[in-house]
């Protein structure tokens, strides 16, 4: 009878558990974000949400480019549509200097918006207690230095933004931490590509503008296998707080 009824209660919290993450407020909000998607992703594929038009309307009206241009960029990056040509071309349309300002203003509104929308609807399941020790290592990290994280992430082009902006959502981090370092961080490498895209006088990963960017990946992800040999060499000779 005890053990009947121990396993009874392990399956109630099991349940309760997972009500935490999945209740029906949040099946409906994934529903509706999931139909949200196919549609953007159809309106791109029928040429409704691809640069060349964006950058069309933008050219017929100068007024109201910035906004549309902003906004197209805000729901690409939520929709998981990829952003560089929108970046290249902000530099091509409006120069380095105001290239960089759309195409930040953009993609963090972008990033803070995916953000709530997966911790509104799914919660911090990443954030509760592992007993891996790395896991922990990694979830301390994000509590107290979260923006490190972010700042690593960012500043580094070959992590892609558009399916971070989610998972990190799925953490301990707090939102006005990940708003802020999102912002600041994302801006050397959206001026880098302005930088590109007003150098190449486009926004069409072709030639001298397919050269450049994966020059600047390959800097990147230099960059980035440098920082896990330190931090692994690091971990190794036991002279850093890594878990071991």
Known sequence: MTKEFSRKERWFRQK???????????????????????????????????????????????????VIFVTVYLVSVVALIPTLPFNL?????????????????????????????????VGQPLARRFDNAMAQWLQKELATKGWRVVAFTRINPVFPSGPLNYVLALTSITFPCYAWSSLVFMTPVAMVFSIIGYSVGGFMLDGEATRLVRLVMVVSLTLVVLMVIMLLSRRLFGKSTLPR
């Open 16 to 66: 309760q558990g997972l009500r935490r993450y999945i209740g029906p407020k949040r099946v409906v909000i994934i529903l509706l974000f999931s139909a949200s998607l196919l549609v953007l992703w159809y309106l791109r594929k029928h040429g409704y949400l691809t640069p060349e038009t964006v950058f069309q309307f933008v050219h017929d009206y100068p007024v109201w480019g910035p």
């Open 89 to 121: 071309g902000a530099g091509f349309l409006w120069g380095p200097l105001w290239g960089t300002v759309f195409s930040v203003a953009g993609s963090g509104l972008g990033a803070m918006t995916a953000f709530l929308i997966a911790r509104t609807a």
